[in-house]
């Protein structure tokens, strides 16, 4: 059972294009987490959201938690050639310590 | 280096093979992940350990999986007679501490080791 919906599943877009990645799921998070990947590499921590409706910026990557805290979106402006990558969300829920990971949204950006 | 490694990078075994893969966490991390990843998908979680125990084993496909953390640092992640099913990238993972949004939970990944069971 997938627990943690990502979409689209795959996005190749033109620099410096938007876009919004968005992982969605039926259950309660007390955290989630977005990360990126590159080939040969292990995820690198992106930022942790945890508060409803939080939003977090990071330069050119916006966050957002959604209100019930089940759904969470990531938007990119003006996408760079470097932001090519696996892009995965990852939540915990309350009471406990595993880690549940989206099904991952692979994006391609041309420069 | 200061970062989570793992061993072997490439392996590649014969069907009912028994491998076994290797992972050393960051010095002081109490906390230690194992998942799987196949394709370039999302990560399926396997185990996690604190300290030497592990108190969430839910993940384990199979009773051919085993797992265990010796004083409290290095990992082993054990395989018994591979099936071509159990081909995927194996990562690895550490925390200062387990679960939850603190910055001392904070996963940090080893590069993975990829199987290939043929």
């Known amino acids: 059972t997938q627990l943690l919906e990502q979409s689209p599943q795959f996005l190749s877009i033109q620099e410096g294009e938007n876009l919004t990645v968005y992982c969605n799921s039926s259950?309660?998070?007390?955290?989630l987490q977005w990360y990126r990947q590159e080939p040969g590499e292990g995820p690198v921590l992106l930022v942790t959201v945890v508060t409803g409706g939080e939003v977090k910026k990071l330069k050119r990557l916006t966050f957002q938690f959604g209100d019930a805290r089940k759904d969470s979106s990531l938007h990119i402006t003006a996408a760079q050639p470097g932001d090519t990558g696996l892009y995965l969300c990852?939540?915990?829920?309350?009471?406990?310590?595993?880690?549940?990971f989206g099904t991952g949204t692979r994006l391609k950006v041309l420069a | 280096g200061a970062g989570v490694s793992q061993s072997p990078s490439n392996k590649v075994t014969e069907k009912g093979k028994d491998v076994e893969l290797r992972c050393d966490p960051i010095s002081g991390h109490t906390a230690l992940y194992w998942y799987r990843q196949s394709l370039g998908q999302g990560l399926e979680f396997l185990i996690y350990?604190?300290?030497?125990?592990?108190?969430?084993k839910s993940g384990l496909p199979s009773d051919r999986f085993s797992a265990e953390r010796t004083g409290g640092s290095v990992s082993t992640l054990t395989i018994q007679r591979t099936q071509q099913e159990d081909s995927a990238v194996y990562l690895c993972a550490s925390s200062f501490l387990a679960g939850g949004p603190s910055s001392y939970n904070e996963q940090f990944f080893g590069p993975g080791t990829r199987l290939t069971v043929l």
């Open positions: 350990f604190q300290g030497n125990s592990a108190p969430d």
């Open positions: 990852a939540g915990i829920r309350s009471g406990t310590y595993k880690y549940i």
């Open positions: 259950s309660v998070f007390s955290s």
